[in-house]
Nanobody, 124 residues
Framework: QVQLVEAGGGLVQAGGSLRLSCAASGRTLSSYTMGWFRQAPGKEREVVAAISRGGLNILYADSVKGRFTISRDNAKNTVYLQMNSLKPEDTAVYYC?????????????????WGQGTQVTVSS
């Protein structure tokens, strides 16, 4: 079991940056593949990025590739999402999630642990 808590969301102007963090408790994050997802009003939850246990294998959604960077610090039990060049279409609730599958996955249903979410709003 692992509990996940996101932080770092807020309001930012288009073109600006935010850094989200996901802190784990209960279990060490090193046991889990981690993902960031987002959900905008009226939209399906979609993957943003995912990172393997050791941090060497990374997946990004095409919509954020080149702008967002996922990273993890297993010693701190924390996963990060650095978001640069933010666009209004990035506005959503961002969720941190953990799963025990060996392979990276973009399917939300494959993730068994979820944080409470943090709101990111990008103004135009």
């Amino acid at each position: 079991q692992v509990q996940l808590v996101e932080a770092g969301g807020g309001l930012v102007q288009a073109g600006g940056s935010l850094r989200l963090s996901c802190a784990a408790s209960g279990r060490t994050l090193s046991s889990y593949t981690m993902g960031w997802f987002r959900q905008a009003p009226g939209k399906e939850r979609e993957v943003v990025a995912a990172i393997s246990r050791g941090g060497l294998n990374i997946l990004y959604a095409d919509s954020v590739k080149g702008r967002f960077t996922i990273s993890r610090d297993n010693a701190k039990n924390t996963v990060y999402l650095q978001m640069n060049s933010l666009k209004p279409e990035d506005t959503a609730v961002y969720y941190c999630a953990a799963q025990t599958l060996v392979t990276l996955t973009t399917v939300p249903g494959n993730y068994m642990y979820w944080g409470q979410g943090t709101q990111v709003t990008v103004s135009s």
